[in-house]
């Protein structure tokens, strides 16, 4: 019941946004009409939809995953493949300003959402992709900070899409993503965050600064002080090893039985087997396929064969 409760309240939301879009479409074509819809007057007057918003969002997530996001930075051709597809589709003039632009406005979001994330109190339902807190803290929230307000006890519409685009650093505590979602390029090897700042560590250096007396007690302090750093570290790519075994061992099986299952709807084996490899190596997707109901399933299997 509360499957079908979301998925009913998803596709309201999809009609409502056809709706605004048509409304803008509209409006944009009645404007150009009565000769206000120059380049210079749209450039300055763009204004970004829903539906918009998800497109240029699924694109990009789509680029990023065939590679084309070095250094965390969209390559020109991407960023002029959302122009093309956006002006085609929306019956709109976009350039790279817009898109940029709006790109910009997505980084500030997920650095919202990021910095929810980090902090104590909050929960988070990956079926919704939701920041659920209770009334008290939800009210305390807003208060001190008016913009969490759109992204708490919310679904955060294209979540894992905006991972991709413009998410590169690995979440901790409660929020914490599988191995599978950190990159290990080199360029990231520092961006695991590791507190080394603990107890004993702290005793260490307020005995070193206090003492002063003693090259050697500075020295043995220092030496205490690396152990505990590189202790910390190890048990830290311990959890990330862990946490990929348990991945492995707790999701694949799973995922692939759920894949072959759809063999009574008609699929192929082979097909499945495909799909299968395909879940595997795009882990969001394998997520959403796991939620779907079995009629769904078929529809994204129809569509997957047809790409």
Known sequence: MEREEREE???????????????????????IIMGKGNQEGTSKQFRWTKPMEHFFLEILAEEAQKGNKPSNTFKAASINRVVEAISEKFQVQCDAKHVKNHLRTVKKQWQIICTIQ??????????????????????????AHKKYEPFLNKSIDHYDEMAL?????????????????????????????????????????????????????????????????????S???????????????????????????????GFDDDFLCSVFDYLVSHESEAKAFLVKRKKHRKIWLQKFSQG
């Open 165 to 233: 685009v413009v998410g590169k650093d690995m979440a901790t505590g409660s929020f914490a993503r599988t191995f599978a979602d950190i990159d290990l390029d080199d360029d990231n090897i520092g961006s695991v965050p590791i507190d080394c700042e603990n107890e004993a560590t702290k005793e260490v250096r307020t005995n070193v600064s206090s003492s002063g007396t003693s090259k050697r007690k500075r020295k043995k302090a220092q030496e205490s002080v690396e152990d505990e750093q590189i202790k910390l570290v």
């Open 118 to 143: 980090g902090e104590s109190g909050f929960g988070w339902d990956d079926n919704m992709k939701m920041i659920t807190c209770d009334r008290a803290t939800y009210d305390a929230a807003v208060m």
């Open 9 to 31: 309240a998803r596709e309201w939301s999809a009609k409502r946004d056809e709706i605004a879009q048509t409304m803008w479409t509209d409006y944009m074509v009645r404007h």
């Open 235 to 265: 048990e830290q790519l311990g959890e990330i090893a862990n946490a990929l075994k348990q991945f492995i061992a707790d999701k694949t099986p799973h995922l692939y039985k759920e894949v072959m299952s759809m063999e009574v709807e």
